[in-house]
């Protein structure tokens, strides 16, 4: 039974994070749409813990608790930000100076420099585009085999690539670069497109769009590291590969966290001890 629960809870998923009784850091996450679940969870595994909250979805927690007066809250970007401190000393990674872009259900971007940190913007492409445009497409609503199945796809009769339009002509940029996401289901023809490929475009979506965001923020601050995380990130390695060969590309160094999601459960969990 641990003494002390951060814990996260967002628009679509609520993290925990806890040190078992030998210290290592232990995490699980539950659907947030089943608060109860989450209750259910900690009266039954840690119900003495002391807790700490932070996310969006923090108060409608709180509701399940009787004790919820007494229940810290720690705002979502200083959690996170401290999460990621914690990984980057856990992972060895030397990063001073980052852009830090959260990919949950929807995409918020950060700084951080000289042990400071400030949110710069973000967008709605994010993890909730995926599975929600994912599922307007195909009709699945199970997050393994959407991501199991974009991993299958091929994005050529999809999107329209910058060559695509350049064909014999003197590229002005490279060829390789996504011209229009989606573009190449209106101007491609009725080629016989599969889940697969329609799923594999969406990742493209969510990947392309958050990285040249992160680029273009990298860029106007000088800086040339750039730390994914969020649970959108989790067993996608499409994802991740998009969004790691778009920024090598542009010159930045792409970093991903091992516990992807879990920044801001681990940051309020920090916050309680
Ligand atoms: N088991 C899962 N069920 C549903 N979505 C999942 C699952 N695992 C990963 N995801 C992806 O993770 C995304 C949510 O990421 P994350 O948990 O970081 O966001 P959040 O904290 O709930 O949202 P926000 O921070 O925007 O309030 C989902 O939109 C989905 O793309
Ligand atoms: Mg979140």
Known sequence: MATKIGIDAGGTLTKIAYF????????ISFLSSDMQAVKD????NHSLAS???TGGRAEQLKKHFLSSLDIPYIVEFDATMAGVMYQLKQEN????????ANIGTGTSIHIMKENSHSRLGGTGIGGGTLVGLGQALTGITDYKEMIELSDLGNRSSIDILVSDIYENNKLPINGSLTA???????LKGNLNRRYEDYLSGVQGIIGEVVA????????AHSIDNIIYIGSTLENNELLKNIMESYTILKEKKPFFLEKHGYSGAIGALLESI
């Open 180 to 186: 229009s996401n989606f573009g190449g289901v209106a």
């Open 93 to 100: 990674i030397e990063c001073e100076k980052a852009i830090i």
């Open 20 to 27: 078992d009784e030998h210290l290592n850091l232990q995490l």
């Open 212 to 219: 040249s965001l992160c680029i273009q923020a990298a860029d």
């Open 41 to 44: 969870w900690i009266d039954t």
């Open 51 to 53: 807790i700490c909250l």
